[in-house]
């Protein structure tokens, strides 16, 4: 495909970071309601240490030389599958999405190549509104894998200080300047999630590098639940949803021999009473539907319910000769 007559594609800078937020709000507004990104991320995902924006972004600017879309191709450990992310403006950029997603393609490729693979596993996603570009994946050869759900509750009444724990069990703040309490904090979320299909695990220094390294965390929302004095499971909170004024659970985590006694539950709550203490008026999170632990009854449990979904969409992406 390409672009239409009197359309120009270029290579992005940092400088094109608010234009590029403007894009992005634009098409997450149209997406699920409401913007979803901040100037931030755009800052992150273009200086990401597996993203080059010479060679793996592109802009997209219709006639008068604005820009309504921005292409990148995203992978957090530099391992594994790839991500196509391409945001367009819904009124006047979707068509450059199906030229755009050509170019990834062919940059995914070459990046197979650079790797030294035979091939590799892109991905995705898809909200519900994108019915086009569902149809340009689709055509592309994507084919649906599975789906994901925002869950959120509304934290009106949660008393600042979270019901009782089970019997045995304790919650805490992780202590940040402890490096043994880091490391077990990484250690339980590591081996939590190996049992799920798509984790990709990632060394202590280096996710502490992501998690900790920008300045942004704010250690007081993370939990660890001490079960008869051991470490036993743990919560990371992030500040992703702060516009829609909820405290955002990014991961949570409980080792095998632990579960069912009641930690994520309570490690959740004490979560929620945080937030609630700060003056957040919702909670959520983001639940995997092919998770095999099946975490969506136990959020059910705290009060959380189904706000939205996405899909994801993937194919197989031969090495460029």
């Known amino acids: 495909m390409t672009l239409p007559a009197g359309w120009t594609a270029r290579r992005p800078t ?34 990401a240490p597996y993203t080059d ?5 592109w802009l997209a600017l219709d006639p008068d030389g604005s820009v309504v879309a921005w292409a ?41 190549a650079e790797r030294g693979l035979p091939e590799l ?51 805490r703040p992780v202590r940040p300047d402890d490096d043994a309490d880091l490391r077990d904090f990484h250690r339980i979320y590591d081996t939590a999630f190996r049992d799920t299909p ?9 996710w502490y590098a992501e998690v900790a390294g920008r300045g942004g965390a704010d250690w007081d929302e993370w939990f660890v639940a001490e079960c008869d004095g051991v470490p036993a499971g743990v919560l990371r909170s992030s500040d992703q949803a702060l516009e829609q004024d909820m405290g955002f659970v990014k991961h949570l985590a409980v080792l095998p021999g632990h579960r069912r006694r009641g930690i ?32 969506v009854h136990l959020y059910r449990s705290v009060g959380l319910t189904e706000a939205r979904s996405i899909e994801m969409y993937e194919r197989q992406v031969a090495a460029a000769r």
């Open 72 to 112: 990148t191709v995203d992978n957090p450990t530099g391992t594994g599958r790839e991500f196509v992310e391409i945001y367009v403006d819904p009124e006047r950029g979707v068509a450059a999405q199906g030229p755009l997603l050509d170019r990834q393609l062919a940059r995914v490729a070459e990046r197979v």
């Open 264 to 295: 994520g539950a309570a490690l959740l709550r004490h979560a929620f009473a945080r937030y609630a203490t700060k003056g957040r008026g919702y909670a959520g999170l983001g639940v995997d539907l092919s998770n095999p632990t099946d975490p």
């Open 14 to 47: 940092l400088d094109d970071a608010p234009a590029i937020l403007a894009v992005v709000h634009a098409a997450d507004t149209f997406a699920v309601g409401y913007p979803d990104f901040s100037l931030d991320d755009v800052r992150e995902s273009l200086t």
């Open 121 to 171: 596993t892109v991905r995705c996603v898809v909200c519900p509104p994108e019915t086009h570009w569902l149809g340009l994946l689709r055509d592309a050869g994507f084919r649906f894998v599975k789906r994901y759900v925002r869950m959120t509750r509304s934290l009106a009444g949660v008393a600042p200080e979270p019901p009782v724990p089970p019997p045995g069990v304790t919650i």
């Open 198 to 206: 798509d984790y990709e695990p990632v060394g202590f220094d280096r």
């Open 53 to 57: 924006p010479s060679r793996d972004c």
